[in-house]
């Protein structure tokens, strides 16, 4: 199974980046998905989801109405839309795959992960 992340880059304070993670081996369809980030000396943390049943997503707070997960189930691939960005935004992204569809913002949860993708969000 693979996660490849892309996407990322460096970008202003206020722009937007879009990263996506292509999946194979497995689908998004049967899968949730979930994005989490990982800042230098910080522990990973969950951004969003979305659910395989239903298509449902979950933010945290601190990108919630910023931010938007999607997924495009005919090219296996999962989105992360981010507007106006910010420095504490600055961090590795990585997607992961879980069976289930609950409790999505827990990292253990999660079967597969991605290799990560940084962004950097300068000032």
């Known amino acids: 199974v693979q996660l490849q992340a892309s996407g990322g880059g460096l970008v202003q304070v206020g722009g937007s980046l879009r990263i996506s993670c292509a999946a194979s081996e497995i689908s998004v369809r049967a899968y949730s998905m979930g994005w989490f980030r990982q800042a230098p000396g910080k522990e990973r943390e969950f951004v969003a989801a979305?659910?395989?049943?239903?298509?449902?997503?979950d933010y945290s707070d601190s990108v919630k109405g910023r931010f938007t997960c999607s997924k495009d189930n005919a090219k296996n691939t999962v989105y992360l839309q981010m507007n106006a960005l910010e420095p504490e935004d600055t961090a590795v992204y990585y997607c992961?795959?879980?069976?289930?569809?609950?409790?999505?913002?827990?990292?253990?949860?999660?079967?597969?992960w991605g290799q990560g993708t940084q962004v950097t969000v300068s000032s």
């Open positions: 979305i659910r395989r049943s239903g298509g449902g997503t």
């Open positions: 992961a795959a879980r069976a289930g569809n609950s409790d999505l913002t827990v990292p253990r949860n999660y079967r597969y």
